[in-house]
T-cell receptor, first 109, second 114 residues
Framework: GQNIDQPTEMTATEGAIVQINCTYQ??????LFWYQQHAGEAPTFLSY??LDGLEEKGRFSSFLSRSKGYSYLLLKELQMKDSASYLC??????????WGAGTKLIIKP | NAGVTQTPKFRVLKTGQSMTLLCAQD?????MYWYRQDPGMGLRLIHY???????AKGEVPDGYNVSRLKKQNFLLGLESAAPSQTSVYFC?????????????FGPGTRLTVL
């Protein structure tokens, strides 16, 4: 079967750095997405990786290792508004998006 | 440019009642999707459409029907609602179904079935 694993919940301090991991086992791989979802709102796109390595976008970076079936999202200089769920999703061999259950990130002052 | 909109935002149904959720997008996207999101679970695909007049089943299609009569609209129907269909429903659209298939989401419909 297809499976995406993420930690259920993480806590971090305002101004700090946090890394959210995602491991996947899917039938084929055609790219990995990270989305942010604030409570009661829709998911919004954060990043996309299809090749190994690090993609940086402001305070957010996303890393991919296809051989290990592993990705992480790195959030720097955490702000209170970063409190949200972070969803990892993989495009499989049929170009379907397979979603993880999401990681709820709690930021404390 | 409204993006993806959904109506209604909230709805309470009794078991056995029917309803239709409407999704509209103004980005001229070919692909549209209906998901449900339940606590502790990832987004699960109900049905999707690869173009006007076409629909296909996703991971959890039972108890739902869809129609895509116009490119910009994608309707999700519940013919006889059950408590197990209590969930938050999201519609999404994308311009591609290939590897870079960033999906744009509507605000969601929170449905409770009593």
């Amino acid at each position: 079967g297809q499976n995406i694993d993420q930690p259920t919940e993480m806590t971090a301090t305002e101004g700090a750095i946090v890394q959210i991991n995602c491991t996947y086992q899917t039938s084929g791989f055609n790219g990995l997405f990270w989305y942010q979802q604030h409570a009661g709102e829709a998911p919004t796109f954060l990043s996309y990786n299809v090749l190994d390595g690090l993609e940086e976008k402001g305070r957010f970076s996303s890393f991919l290792s296809r051989s290990k079936g592993y990705s992480y999202l790195l959030l720097k200089e955490l702000q209170m508004k970063d409190s949200a769920s972070y969803l990892c999703a993989v495009t499989d061999s049929n170009y379907q998006l397979i979603w993880g259950a999401g990681t709820k990130l709690i930021i404390k002052p | 440019n409204a993006g993806v909109t959904q109506t209604p935002k909230f709805r309470v149904l009794k078991t056995g009642q029917s309803m239709t959720l409407l999704c509209a997008q103004d980005m001229n996207h070919e692909y549209m999707y209906w998901y449900r999101q339940d606590p502790g679970m990832g987004l699960r695909l109900i049905h999707y459409s690869v173009g006007e007049g076409t629909t296909a089943k996703g991971e959890v299609p039972d108890g739902y029907n869809v129609s895509r009569l116009k490119k910009q609209n994608f309707l999700l129907g519940l013919e006889s609602a059950a408590p197990s269909q209590t969930s938050v429903y999201f519609c999404a659209s994308s311009s591609s179904d290939r590897s870079y298939n960033e999906q744009f989401f509507g605000p969601g419909t929170r449905l409770t079935v009593l």
